[in-house]
């Protein structure tokens, strides 16, 4: 069984930064494959990015690609998720997710085990 904690989400304006943070519990975290999703109010979750057990290989959604990056630290057990010029249309709720695998995924069926979420608010 893996948990998983988001944390580092808030309210910013627009064009600002936000760091978020997924912690995970277990000694398998370096072996598995992570990842962000995203949920905007009344809308279906969506791949933001995720992230190979070495960190060598990463996916990005297109609305996300060169203003967010997705890193690892598998001493910590933690996934980030550095998020810069951020925009209103960035406003959801992130899960982070964990992959039973090593390789990433962008597919939301491909991973077994999912945080709470963290809410972040851009404002215009």
């Known amino acids: 069984q893996v948990q998983l904690v988001e944390s580092g989400g808030g309210l910013v304006q627009a064009g600002g930064s936000l760091r978020l943070s997924c912690a995970a519990s277990?000694?398998?975290?370096?072996?598995?494959?992570m990842g962000w999703f995203r949920q905007a109010p009344g809308k279906e979750r969506e791949f933001v990015t995720a992230?190979?057990?070495?960190?060598?290989?990463?996916d990005y959604s297109g609305s996300v690609k060169g203003r967010f990056t997705i890193s690892r630290d598998n001493a910590k057990n933690t996934v980030y998720l550095q998020m810069n010029s951020l925009k209103p249309e960035d406003t959801a709720v992130y899960y982070c997710?964990?992959?039973?695998?090593?390789?990433?995924?962008?597919?939301?069926?491909?991973?077994?085990?999912w945080g709470q979420g963290t809410p972040v608010t851009v404002s215009s």
């Open positions: 997710a964990a992959r039973s695998r090593g390789s990433s995924s962008v597919y939301e069926a491909d991973y077994d085990y």
């Open positions: 277990g000694r398998t975290f370096s072996s598995r494959a």
């Open positions: 992230i190979s057990w070495t960190g060598r290989s990463t």
